[in-house]
């Protein structure tokens, strides 16, 4: 199926505990975030977004922090589940009037049972 | 609910011949986006329409790319010549609004194979 690619950084972890995906964005002017699960033969999808005038933003099971001083950006899944297994990105929007999603390349994320 | 509908989900072409691709966005959402996914480049937006209009193509590889919205119920993406290179999986998404702060619906993907 579709899929982002094969030689992708790994992440493996045992079902139940939790993972920690980062990311590092490229432009300091960047404003808006946005993390994607994409599982295999799927499109991306959202999980959970957030602002740069934001540090920290929850969802349910995730939770986003953004560290703008050195421009990284983390993914925490809490208490990973077998269907957490995809690749996730990371996406920032650089404020240009128009649309400007800079994608990265992303993480595998393996759940061990 | 029906998400973003692509069509063809597989397309297997000789180099020289055009290639379409078919995008129903979700009903209601004014914003639609091409994207390309390849192994060396990642994720990559090649051209998006609001309100059937587009807006940004700056993205568009090359001429041989074009993009159409003629309602707000489908787009297509050609390609012609296709070449080897434009092997990629293409999504198409759409979005409820014009602002980058939306959130986008992505399809399930076109995997081209240009040989």
């Known amino acids: 199926g579709e899929s982002v690619g094969l030689h992708l950084p790994t992440l493996s972890v045992q079902e139940g505990d939790n993972s920690i995906i980062n990311c590092a964005y490229s432009n300091s002017a960047s404003d808006y975030f946005i993390w994607y699960k994409q599982e295999s033969g799927k499109g991306p999808q959202f999980i959970i977004d957030i602002r740069s005038n934001m540090d920290k933003r929850q969802g349910q099971r995730v939770t986003v922090l953004l560290n703008k001083t050195v421009k990284h950006l983390s993914l925490q899944i809490a208490a990973t589940q077998p269907g957490d297994s995809a690749v996730y990105f990371c996406a920032e929007n650089i404020p240009s009037g128009t649309y400007k999603y800079i994608f990265g390349t992303g993480t595998r994320l393996k759940v061990l049972a | 609910d029906a998400g973003v509908i692509q069509s063809p989900r597989h397309e297997v072409t000789e180099m020289g011949q055009e290639v379409t691709l078919r995008c129903k966005p979700i009903s209601g959402h004014n914003s639609l986006f091409w994207y390309r996914q390849t192994m060396m480049r990642g994720l990559e937006l090649l051209i998006y329409?609001?309100?059937?209009?587009?807006?940004?193509d700056s993205g568009m590889p090359e001429d041989r790319f074009s993009a159409k919205m003629p309602n707000a119920s489908f787009s297509t993406l050609k390609i012609q010549p296709s070449e080897p290179r434009d092997s990629a999986v293409y999504f198409c998404?759409?979005?409820?609004?014009?602002?980058?702060?939306?959130?986008?619906?992505f399809g399930p993907g076109t995997r081209l194979t240009v040989l």
């Open positions: 998404a759409s979005s409820p609004g014009a602002s980058a702060y939306n959130e986008q619906f």
């Open positions: 329409f609001n309100n059937n209009v587009p807006i940004d």
